[in-house]
């Protein structure tokens, strides 16, 4: 599975931005989809993750309330929309993908990683 995150940029806090993770593979509608981040000087952190179908997410504390994670199987994409963004969400944002589970903590057991999209929030 080849995986492709675009949408980030720089945004003032309070802003919203939308994160894309576009897949290559057919057999993408059956994988888990995860969003990281890590910052500057951190260890990488897990954001968000979507079942195969859609059905089932989950999501760090930091980002409860405050982002959503949805997927078109059809169009092969996974979307991270955020909103209220803080400096504090500042970092380099990575998609996953996992063909059995969601994986929290850094994810060093996913198997599938794109480049990341960088985010910047100004205060």
């Known amino acids: 599975v080849q995986l492709q995150a675009s949408g980030g940029g720089l945004v003032q806090a309070g802003g919203s931005l939308r994160l894309s993770c576009a897949a290559s593979?057919?057999?993408?509608?059956?994988?888990?989809i995860h969003w990281f981040r890590q910052a500057p000087g951190k260890e990488r952190e897990f954001v968000a993750a979507?079942?195969?179908?859609?059905?089932?997410?989950a999501y760090a504390d930091s980002a409860k309330g405050r982002f959503t994670i949805s997927r078109d199987n059809a169009k092969n994409t996974v979307y991270l929309q955020m909103n209220t963004l803080r400096p504090e969400d500042t970092a380099v944002y990575y998609c996953a993908a996992d063909p059995l589970r969601v994986v929290r903590g850094t994810g060093a057991t996913i198997p599938y990683w794109g480049k990341g999209t960088q985010v910047t929030v100004s205060s």
């Open positions: 979507i079942s195969w179908d859609g059905g089932s997410t």
């Open positions: 593979s057919r057999t993408f509608s059956t994988y888990y």
